[in-house]
């Protein structure tokens, strides 16, 4: 299974940018999906997550209020709208899969990983 993201790009702060996470050929709505970001020298850290049978989402504290992720079952794919970005969230995004739907704060618990879309936020 493949993941494919993209969206990704430079942005001064206070902008926006909108992720997306395709996975072609594949049904999202049974699983959760995660967004998690990586800095250089840093642990991959959450973002947020979105259960597609419930409609369920969870967010970082850093994030809440400034990012919203959505999906689309006919498209197959997971989105991650960014507004008012910072600098401090520069990183390379990736998107998983949760089989299990636990959408969970913890990396170990997403399945496979897409190869990751580069942000960053210029001050």
């Known amino acids: 299974v493949q993941l494919v993201e993209s969206g990704g790009g430079l942005v001064q702060a206070g902008g926006s940018l909108r992720l997306s996470c395709a996975a072609p050929?594949?049904?999202?709505?049974?699983?959760?999906m995660g967004w998690f970001r990586q800095a250089p020298r840093q642990e991959r850290e959450f973002v947020a997550a979105?259960?597609?049978?419930?409609?369920?989402?969870y967010y970082a504290d850093s994030v809440k209020g400034r990012f919203t992720i959505s999906g689309d079952n006919a498209e197959n794919t997971v989105y991650l709208q960014m507004d008012s970005l910072k600098p401090e969230d520069t990183a390379v995004y990736y998107c998983?899969?949760?089989?299990?739907?636990?959408?969970?704060?913890?990396?170990?618990?997403?399945?496979?990983w897409g190869q990751g879309t580069q942000v960053t936020v210029s001050s």
């Open positions: 979105l259960v597609f049978s419930n409609g369920s989402t």
């Open positions: 050929g594949r049904t999202l709505e049974s699983y959760a």
């Open positions: 998983a899969p949760d089989i299990a739907c636990g959408a969970g704060r913890y990396s170990s618990e997403y399945d496979f």
